[in-house]
Each structure stands twice: as structure tokens, then as C-alpha cells.
């Protein structure tokens, strides 16, 4: 496969960086932990997604090692939640910034990986897989440490399968298409953003495989 020299803008990934924590520490400040544990909930949420496809996948040091912005932005992050801690009463509020956060992070993680796996040589599946766990790891990480299921395995409005949509989507449009990377990047950071508020707007749900069923 042709090697990709796409990279997202820095002060975009670190804005991306941010918005992970800040979603770790506010989930974490939710849950009542004390500053130490926001922080931890803080930096899985941001640099999850990262570590598992460098340490497990590509063999190299994820970023939070190697770049020395990563922490002190999580420490930033957690900073700021501990001075808003007494507006961070429902979960209304944890659940509207998730899902915001969601909504650009996700797919935005999701290129960086596919993006680098594609610099390394991986087959077409490979990168679609490696953009999911970029994509997703961060946020899976983050709710099994606060003893929640991740928000990926549940049910809900076309979270998981949109980014499936969209990540193959980059790879036809990149690979096969030879549309430029910057404009592939931004058409599935688009398509799925529009899907999730499509999906909030219309109420469109997936459904479990085990259907409810009333007690008797």
C-alpha cells in the first residue's frame, strides 16, 4: 500500500487530547474520586486509544511518552474540572459532553491510526481495525475503570457501526480513490459527526440481540 504523509494539524490533536481528559476527569469528579484518581481517569480517557495501538500493534512508544505536551494538557484538563466540581451535579451534563467529545474525537483518533498503519503497510482491514481501537480505546478504558460498560458494547444511537462506516470509508476514499488524505480525513470526520446528531435529532437506535422481555 502507498505510505500516507497525512498528519493531523498538532494543535488539533492536542485539542482532541484536551477534550478526552477533560471527559476523564469530569466522569471521574462525577464518580467522587479524589484529585489522584481524577487525573488516572483523566489520562486513560485521553492516551487509551494511542497506547493500545502502538504498544499492541505498530511496536513504538505511544505519544504521552514521547511528547511533552501530552501530560501537562491531562493535568490542565483535570485542573479545570476541580474548579467547576460543584456544577458537575447530574448526569445530564457527563452525558452531553461525552457525547460531544464522541463526536469529533472519535472519528479524529481514528484517522490518526488508520493513517499510521497505513505508513507502516497494513492491509486495508488491518488499518479499518487499528482506526476502531484508536478511535474507541481511549473511551473503553476510561468506563471500565470507573466500573461503567463501555459505552461501545451498549446499545444505542449508531455509535460503534457508524465508525465502522466511516473508517472504511477512508481507506476507499485514500486507497483505492487517491482522494487527498486531508479531504478524506475531514469527509469521515463530517459523515460521522452528521450521523451522531442525525441519530440524537431522530432518536435512530440500534437494538440489543436479546430482545426485552416483559416479567410476567
Not at 452531553?96 to 474525537?105: K, S, Y
Amino acid at each position: 500500500m502507498t505510505t500516507l504523509a497525512f498528519q493531523l494539524p498538532p494543535l488539533f490533536d492536542y485539542f482532541a487530547t484536551f477534550l478526552w481528559a477533560l471527559s476523564g476527569a469530569i466522569l471521574g469528579m462525577h464518580k467522587r474520586y479524589d484529585m489522584a484518581g481524577v487525573c488516572v481517569i483523566a489520562l486513560l480517557a485521553a492516551t487509551g486509544g494511542s497506547t493500545l495501538r502502538d504498544g499492541l500493534f505498530l511496536n513504538q512508544l505511544p505519544p504521552v511518552v514521547t511528547n511533552i505536551w501530552y501530560l501537562p494538557l491531562i493535568l490542565f484538563a483535570a485542573i479545570v474540572v476541580r474548579f467547576f466540581r460543584q456544577r458537575i451535579a447530574s448526569m445530564r451534563l457527563v452525558d452531553n459532553l461525552i457525547n460531544l467529545i464522541d463526536a469529533l474525537g472519535v472519528p479524529a483518533f481514528a484517522v490518526v491510526g488508520m493513517q499510521m498503519s497505513l505508513a507502516a503497510g497494513l492491509p486495508a482491514p488491518g488499518v479499518v481495525l487499528i482506526g476502531m481501537i484508536n478511535g474507541f480505546g481511549g473511551g473503553f478504558l476510561r468506563d471500565i475503570a470507573v466500573g461503567n460498560t463501555p459505552a461501545v458494547l451498549k446499545p444505542g444511537r449508531f455509535y460503534l457501526s457508524a465508525a465502522f462506516v466511516a473508517c472504511i470509508l477512508f481507506v476507499v476514499l485514500e486507497v483505492y480513490l487517491h482522494v487527498d488524505a486531508v479531504v478524506a480525513a475531514w469527509i469521515i470526520i463530517g459523515l460521522f459527526f452528521a450521523i451522531r446528531v442525525l441519530a440524537v435529532r431522530y432518536d435512530w437506535q440500534t437494538q440489543s440481540v436479546l430482545p426485552h422481555t416483559e416479567s410476567q
